[in-house]
């Protein structure tokens, strides 16, 4: 079964860094992009980026670029999300997501989500 | 970044209803269209992709069609786990971008 496993629900302080994980399993890792979407609370969908696992290449959306970091370990089929100064305006739930075919930007599957809190 | 607008936003219907979402870009995307079905603290589940193909496991009751800028999911009888959020999404070029969402409520 094709799956993406995201790490656990983080509550941080404003200015705080924070790395949140994707690991795949059930396919070959090295063979799709991973990518990561935004969820505000009560809000649509917004696509942050994508990391070609098998080089580390990364795409980023204008609007995400330079406030987060996108990577991945091809050794371990994990990929990451991370920020080195969070602000409240983070607190979202972020999902990473596969492509259904290679070199395709639709998603499935996703990961189950990893809620973000930044508050004071 | 091409737009997608989705209408309506909200609806509210009953079970056996057919019902109808639109979404529109605001270039031409070519059949690169996705519909995603969420329901409250879950992740979005691939509906379709290519504008109309059906998802493996998908009911068949989802269809969907369109062209250029104009595309339509149709639930063709609406039932109680189809009440949920449903997003289109662009994948035509990068960055891929999702519609505001309609939410379908019960009535």
């Known amino acids: 079964e094709v799956q993406l496993v995201q790490s656990g629900a983080e509550v941080k302080k404003p200015g705080e860094s924070l790395r949140i994980s994707c690991k795949g399993s059930?396919?070959?890792?090295?063979?799709?992009?991973i990518s990561w979407v935004r969820q505000m609370p009560g809000k649509g969908l917004e696509w942050m980026g994508r990391?070609?696992?098998?080089?580390?290449?990364?795409n980023y959306s204008p609007s995400f670029q330079g406030h987060v970091t996108i990577s991945a370990d091809k050794s371990i089929s994990t990929a990451y999300l991370q920020w080195s100064s969070l602000k409240a305006s983070d607190t979202a739930m972020y999902y990473c997501?596969?492509?259904?075919?290679?070199?395709?930007?639709?998603?499935?599957?996703w990961g189950q989500g990893t809620l973000v809190t930044v508050s004071s | 970044d091409i737009q997608m607008t989705q209408s309506p936003s909200s609806l509210s219907a009953s079970v056996g209803d057919r019902v109808t979402i639109t979404c529109r870009a605001s270039q031409g995307v070519s059949n690169s269209l996705a519909w995603y079905q969420q329901k409250p603290g879950k992740a979005p589940k691939l509906l379709l992709y290519a504008a109309s193909r059906l998802e493996s496991g998908v009911p068949s009751t989802f269809s969907g069609s369109g062209s250029g800028t104009d595309y339509t999911l149709t639930i063709s009888s609406l039932q109680p786990e189809d009440f949920a959020t449903y997003y289109c999404q662009q994948y035509y070029s990068t960055p891929p971008t999702f519609g505001q969402g309609t939410k379908v409520e019960i009535k």
């Open positions: 990391i070609d696992p098998s080089d580390s290449y990364t």
């Open positions: 997501a596969r492509p259904g075919v290679p070199g395709y930007n639709w998603f499935d599957p």
């Open positions: 059930g396919y070959s890792f090295t063979s799709y992009w």
